[in-house]
């Protein structure tokens, strides 16, 4: 990891992380002027954060190595409001359920900061704060200082009111919760920025002008730019929905094949964006993908680094090698039963007896051919593997004597086309073979 403790802002804009601020050249002057503390919001929308937090986490991680001292803040009462949705009204979830969100969450951040030493950080709830707040209170010291028509002007909030679904009371009022927390963080710890997303803007502001309203002093925010694919799209969103942080939710294999099948247009920005390589290195990846695009070797490295610092750095070495392993490019048989069933959970399955098979009829059942001559043909042409071995004879069997872990047989036409027969699951049907990096 880089200490980029001489130029902290500097080195956000150079991975593209300043999408927006308040004034630049004085928020520059306080972060090279001495200790900041600043913090992040993330609320327990889910039982798990995603790809796209990772932006926030590792930006206040950036921040503290520079120096500055964080505050991660795991809304235990904003979640349970809901920030407002360009589209419909959020469903508002159990309070017992939303709590023990706050603690899973927390423990996925607390491995990316330090609690100890000068610029140590501190986790906290909005919760301890809001929950002793009366109603009248609430409207009395905070309220008073919002102007409608300024919260009206809010991009989620005109989305919702020019909606078919408008937007209730509850979720109008989010921004007024959040900019309340920073004017609190403000009066406990003396945070004077705040960090989020660039949809975040309008409440980042808030805050700030709650602070100055109320105290006459001044704060910052800085947004992170909202992360997309090449064509624009939402980032962090596959065919089974979104990616987890939690490896019960997307497994380590599935988080680092993500990565690996990134975009080449979109990789160096992601190397800036989720790695603490070095500025050279990551240039030297650049030309990589200029030089030699197939060997996607900056792809490797991206998945490499962001499932070490996600999972550890034991468990990318494991999926690393499960990823090659697939594709002839190691030896199958000496990964381990967790990472293989995490690997082969990614590919289509084909539920058979488990009795012996043809190979024809696996490559059928597989969806890897469309039929048993196509099968046979293929096998002519020197294109079927079991388990990465070359099958030869248009008339191989193969059975539980062949499985890997007594269970999978690992099907591959040509270099890239993978399926695999389950002998564990009984007789069933399968969905067409794809195409894996």
């Known amino acids: ?89 959020r469903t508002l979830n159990d309070r017992d359920v939303v709590a023990g969100w706050v603690d899973r969450i927390r423990a996925q951040i607390e491995p990316f900061l330090d609690f100890d030493g000068p610029s140590a950080a501190v986790m906290v709830n909005n919760l301890d704060w809001t929950a002793p707040m009366s109603a009248i209170d609430f409207l009395r010291d905070v309220g008073k200082h919002f102007r409608v028509g300024r919260m009206l002007a809010k991009e989620a909030v005109s989305a919702r009111l020019n ?44 805050g700030t002008d709650l602070i100055h309203r109320v105290t006459g002093a001044s704060a910052h925010a800085l947004a992170t730019p909202l992360i997309t694919k090449a064509d624009g799209t939402k980032f962090g969103k596959t065919e ?30 992601y190397l800036k964006i989720f790695t603490f390589l070095h500025q050279e290195r990551i240039a030297e990846l650049e030309r990589a993908v200029a030089e030699r695009p197939a060997a996607r070797q900056a792809q490797r490295a991206l998945a490499h680094e962001v499932t070490a610092l996600v999972h ?13 392993a697939l594709f002839g490019r190691g030896e199958l048989r000496g990964l381990d039963p967790v990472t293989l069933a995490d690997a082969v959970a990614e590919l289509p399955v084909a539920a058979v007896d488990r009795g012996d098979r043809s190979v024809v009829d696996l490559l059928v059942a597989s969806g890897l051919v469309p039929s048993r001559s196509a099968a046979r043909r293929t096998i002519a042409e020197g294109g079927a593997y079991v388990n990465n071995v070359k099958v030869t004879d248009e008339d191989a069997v193969v059975g539980p004597q062949d499985a890997l ?14 399926a695999v027969a389950d002998l564990g699951a009984g007789t069933g049907g399968v969905t067409g073979a794809t195409d894996r990096a």
């Not at 550890?312 to 090659?324: F, H, K, M, N, T």
């Open 163 to 206: 909606s078919e679904a408008g937007i209730s009371y509850t979720e109008f009022s989010y921004q007024i919760l959040q900019a309340m927390d920073f004017l609190e963080l403000f009066r406990r710890f003396g945070c004077t920025l705040q960090l989020g997303g660039s949809d975040q803007w309008g409440n980042l502001t808030a």
């Open 240 to 269: 089974g929905g979104a990616v987890w942080l939690d490896p019960t939710m997307t497994s380590p294999y599935a988080f680092f094949q993500f990565w690996v099948n990134a975009e080449d247009a979109k990789v160096v920005e």
């Open 1 to 89: 990891m880089t200490d980029t403790r001489t130029d902290v802002l500097g080195e956000l804009r150079w991975r593209g992380l300043v999408a927006l601020s308040t004034d630049e050249a004085e928020l520059g002057e306080a972060l090279s002027g001495g200790q900041v503390t600043y913090y992040g919001g993330f609320d327990p929308t889910a039982a798990s954060l995603h790809i796209g937090n990772l932006v926030l986490i590792l930006t206040l991680r950036r921040l503290q190595l520079a120096g500055h001292r964080p505050l991660a803040l795991v809304g235990g009462a904003t979640g349970l409001v809901g920030d407002p949705r360009p589209s419909a009204e």
């Open 405 to 418: 872990h007594d269970r999978w047989l690992l099907l591959r036409r040509g270099r890239r086309s993978l």
């Open 312 to 324: 550890g750095q034991q468990a990318a070495l494991r999926v690393a090698e499960a990823s090659q």
